[in-house]
Nanobody, 116 residues
């Protein structure tokens, strides 16, 4: 199973930016899809962004134009650049991978809090 380790969360003021990182134990080019999900307090886990091995991206409507998902092939890293953060972006953010065999892996999550 793929091991995923997130980092980069923290407390940020509204309008601020953060970059989340995900260290991946496997060759990310061998994975079908990678992405970020989030779970707000009292809510369900929901998709934030996806990046396929062909390079196609998809975003939740609530983050389009503000968040960008990217990867580094050499370092086997996944990133989420988050700009213009809003209080409603407060959540635990999870790195996710889906293998070509459709096996799903999750990281432990990193907390992002947007508050003044």
């Amino acid at each position: 199973q793929v091991q995923l380790a997130e980092s980069g969360g923290g407390l940020v003021q509204p309008g601020g930016s953060l970059i989340l990182s995900c260290e991946v134990s496997a060759n990310i080019l061998a994975l079908n899809t990678m992405g970020w999900d989030r779970q707000a307090p009292g809510g369900q886990r929901a998709m934030v962004a996806r990046l396929t091995n062909e390079g196609f991206t998809r975003y939740a409507d609530s983050v389009k134009g503000r968040f960008t998902i990217s990867r580094d092939f050499l370092r086997n890293m996944l990133y989420l650049q988050m700009n213009d953060l809003k209080p409603e972006d407060t959540a635990v953010y999870y790195c996710k991978s889906i293998s070509v065999q459709t096996e799903v892996s999750w990281g432990q999550g990193t907390q992002v809090t947007v508050s003044s």
